[in-house]
């Protein structure tokens, strides 16, 4: 059964900031892992990662993934207040196309 | 990425009662999914809506409680059958662009039973 694990659950941090948050994941076929921000209902994509090492960057966002180690990090730097929401990891496997989904991590930035 | 639509926003429904819920997508896509997301946790697949035959349903969801169409490449819809407040819950669906092994989200449906 795939597995997706979240760290930390939860944080809070000052505007300014620089945040990482964890991803590690157990998939059978692996084919891709996502990042989502989740702020009202609808996850928003951020990033698709397919090979270890490339660093994939939208802003002040960034993500990088480990295939050999199964894990990947989403940093955030110079946080801002719009930056709060929950931040969604997810494998998608290549037999079953169908994403498997961490718990999140709820990310609280503070003015 | 595609544009996708989700009918009701919200509702409110009285227990044993039944609510049906629209996804439409502006162009053809292969692969649509049904998700729930229950209060404070993440989400879960409930089904992968098959054109023209029976949707695939994950461990724990049942055709009966969830019944599915998929009548076309572009809109589906998940019956929330006989709820009770368990089912309160937002229910998302999703599209899979294959050549990028991207998912993308509809905006989703609050319910919350009474």
């Known amino acids: 059964e795939d597995k997706v694990v979240q760290s930390p659950l939860s944080l809070v941090v000052h505007e300014g900031d620089t945040v990482t948050l964890n991803c590690s994941y157990e998939v059978t076929n692996f084919r891709s892992l996502l990042w989502y921000k989740q702020e009202k209902k609808a996850p928003t994509f951020l990033f698709m990662l397919t090979s270890s090492g490339i660093e994939k960057k939208s802003g002040r966002l960034s993500s990088i993934l480990d295939k050999k180690e199964l894990f990947s990090i989403l940093n955030i730097t110079a946080t801002q207040t719009g930056d709060s929401a929950v931040y969604l990891c997810a494998v998608l496997d290549t037999g079953r196309r169908a994403l498997t989904f961490g718990s999140g991590t709820r990310l609280q930035v503070q003015p | 990425s595609a544009v996708i639509s989700q009918k009701p926003s919200r509702d409110i429904c009285q227990r044993g009662t039944s609510l049906t819920i629209q996804c439409q997508v502006d162009s053809q896509v292969t692969m649509m999914f049904w998700y729930r997301q229950q209060p404070g946790q993440s989400l879960t697949l409930i089904a992968t809506a098959n054109q023209g035959s029976e949707a695939t349903y994950e461990s724990g969801f049942v055709i009966d409680k969830f019944p599915i169409s998929r009548p076309n490449l572009t809109f589906s819809t998940l019956t929330v059958s006989n709820m009770s407040p368990e089912d309160s819950s937002i229910y998302l669906c999703?599209?899979?662009?294959?050549?990028?092994?991207?998912?993308?989200f509809g905006p989703g449906t609050r319910l919350t039973v009474l």
């Open positions: 999703s599209v899979d662009h294959v050549s990028t092994d991207t998912q993308y």
